[in-house]
């Protein structure tokens, strides 16, 4: 059976990936990351829920859209909204697709990445979306101390569902960031190793009481990544500001 359109295959499947030479062109990264794939399972998720609650969903991508506007993922031409509809997805196939978090899935980096207030989205989504995309914007500077607190912050006092929001979020970075390496060999490499050390002590914890599919995607996708950006680099966690941004939509 083909890979989803929203998860691309394992390590195992990805063949010539592993070989110690230029990487190969592979036709999956790009069916992964094609928008069209993408906007065909989201509309076929959003079809599957009550009228009132569709409206709800393509107002929020309605709005995530317009403020990512033309931004893309890292090291690729895909479209920024892919990302958050990707992480709303994976909610879902957990069983978390409830109106607030699904739309504030699709929100998740709209303050941390755009220029909407915190006003701005209360007014359009109510304070309970809002609410919990302000939990998910990262403190801005990237300073480690402030860094670490965030995160010491959401594992003790964030509801669950923002933590499961989180480590979506997370997981969907690393298998994008998985497609990347793939795609460009050492290039993104060294990045790539210091943003998955980063997972360990910013996120893994959150999965602790997480349901077990939740820590599953989570630690798979860990799993995943390590063989493509080898060992230890050397680098400590935070020593590179953009791992603090792993959304960035541009090469480093």
Do not use: C
Request: hydrophobic fraction near 45%; glycine fraction near 6%.
């Amino acid at each position: 059976m083909p890979p989803s359109p929203l998860r691309p295959p394992s390590i195992e499947e990805s063949g010539e990936a592993l070989a110690p030479i230029a990487p190969q062109p592979l036709a999956w990264p790009t069916v992964f990351d094609t928008p069209a794939e993408v906007e065909r399972a989201w509309s076929d998720f959003v079809g599957n829920h009550p009228e009132e609650e569709q409206a709800l969903f393509r107002r929020a991508l309605e709005f995530a859209r317009a403020k990512h506007g033309a931004q893309r993922r890292r090291g690729s031409d895909t479209p920024y909204w892919i990302h958050p509809v990707r992480v709303a997805m994976e909610l879902a196939r957990w069983g978390e697709d409830t109106p607030a978090l699904v739309q504030a899935a699709l929100l998740h980096d709209v303050l941390e990445d755009t220029a909407t207030t915190p006003s701005e989205l209360a007014e359009a989504f109510g304070p309970e979306v809002a609410g919990m995309v302000s939990w998910l914007t990262a403190p801005e500077g990237g300073r480690t101390d402030d860094v670490r607190a965030y995160y010491q912050h959401l594992a003790r006092t964030a509801p669950a569902a923002v933590r499961l929001l989180k480590i979506a979020d997370r997981a969907d970075n690393l298998r994008s960031i998985q497609a990347l390496v793939m795609r460009t060999g050492a290039r993104h490499r060294r990045w790539a190793g210091s943003y998955l050390d980063s997972t360990r002590w910013q996120v893994l914890p959150l999965a602790a009481e997480a349901p077990s599919v939740a820590r599953v995607a989570l630690v798979t996708a860990m799993a995943d990544l390590a063989p493509l950006v080898g060992g230890d680099d050397g680098l400590a966690p935070e020593a590179d500001d953009a791992l603090n941004r792993p959304d960035e939509i541009t090469d480093a």
